[in-house]
Antibody, heavy 117, light 108 residues
């Protein structure tokens, strides 16, 4: 069965960077895009970015362009999201999600990133 | 950017009754709409994609309809496990992919 396993919770200071991983299993990793979505405490879902594990092509929401880097390692079927210059309002749960023709059929459990001094 | 607007923000319905949730797109998104259910402390779960196709394992009491700019999620007979927050999403014109702000479905 399809599984996405994410890295553990992070506590970071303002200005630091965080890198979240998403390890996929149960399907051919390079066949489906991986999206990153975040959810601030008590708020809705915010799409951040997408990566094609096949060729590493990426797309970003404008507000994250230049501050987010997406990478993937096909040898371990793992996608990564790095967010730099962290601010207090980056405190959120970060999800990876596998898309099939645009819809997000499978989600990771989420990684809580807390930005605090 | 396409804005997805959900209504109502909160819906109170009794178990066994029907719930109807709405989502409006700021411009046509064809049928490229998904609906997600999220319970506290959990990741969202895909219910409907392509505006009307149930995802794997989703009970038949969940149905989606609409195209263009108006979309509806209907839960025909509410079960206790259906009380949650529901989000619509468009993936027709991206980036960015956009979500509605959510509808909270409460027990009446």
């Amino acid at each position: 069965q399809v599984q996405l396993v994410q890295s553990g919770a992070e506590l970071k200071k303002p200005g630091a960077s965080v890198k979240v991983s998403c390890k996929a299993s149960g399907y051919s990793f390079t066949n489906y895009g991986i999206n990153w979505v975040r959810q601030a405490p008590g708020q809705g879902l915010e799409w951040m970015a997408w990566i094609s594990p096949y060729n590493a092509n990426t797309n970003f929401a404008q507000k994250f362009q230049g501050r987010v880097t997406l990478t993937r390692d096909t040898s371990t079927s793992t996608a990564y999201m790095e967010l730099r210059a962290l601010r207090y309002d980056d405190t959120a749960v970060y999800y990876c999600a596998r898309e099939v023709d645009g819809a997000f059929h499978h989600w990771g459990p989420g990684t809580l990133v807390t930005v605090s001094s | 950017e396409i804005v997805m607007t959900q209504s109502p923000a909160t819906l109170s319905v009794s178990p066994g009754e029907r719930a109807t949730l709405s989502c409006r797109a700021s411009q046509s998104v064809s049928n490229n709409v998904g609906w997600y259910q999220q319970k506290p402390g959990q990741a969202p779960r895909l219910l409907i994609y392509g505006a009307s196709t149930r995802a794997t394992g989703i009970p038949a009491r969940f149905s989606g309809s609409g195209s263009g700019t108006e979309f509806t999620l209907t839960i025909s007979s509410l079960q206790s496990e259906d009380f949650a927050v529901y989000y619509c999403q468009q993936y027709n014109d991206w980036p960015p992919i956009t979500f509605g702000q959510g509808t909270r479905l409460d027990i009446k």
